[in-house]
């Protein structure tokens, strides 16, 4: 099962993935909505990451620590 981590644009969306999956989280992307809206483009339609249940606590602390790993 997968757990919602983060909602916000792709643009942001993109690089928390890729920075989860250097610490071995495997992490995926959602955007909300398939259609595109008037004026916007694929960099800032709303998207989803998510990541398993099991990695949700460390992909959590990692983004949101008040510590500042490398998220």
């Known amino acids: 099962m997968n757990k ?3 909602m916000g644009e792709a643009c942001k969306t993109e690089l928390l993935v ?3 999956e250097k610490h071995g989280i495997a992490a995926f ?3 909300v909505s398939e259609d ?3 004026h916007e ?5 709303e998207t989803r990451v ?3 249940d099991a990695d949700y606590g460390k992909a959590r602390d990692l983004f949101f620590s008040d510590a500042g ?3």
């Open 29 to 31: 992307e959602e955007h």
């Open 36 to 38: 595109l809206r008037e």
């Open 50 to 52: 998510f990541v398993p």
């Open 4 to 6: 919602l981590l983060f």
């Open 18 to 20: 890729v920075l989860l």
């Open 69 to 71: 790993g490398e998220i």
């Open 41 to 45: 483009d694929e960099f800032n339609r």
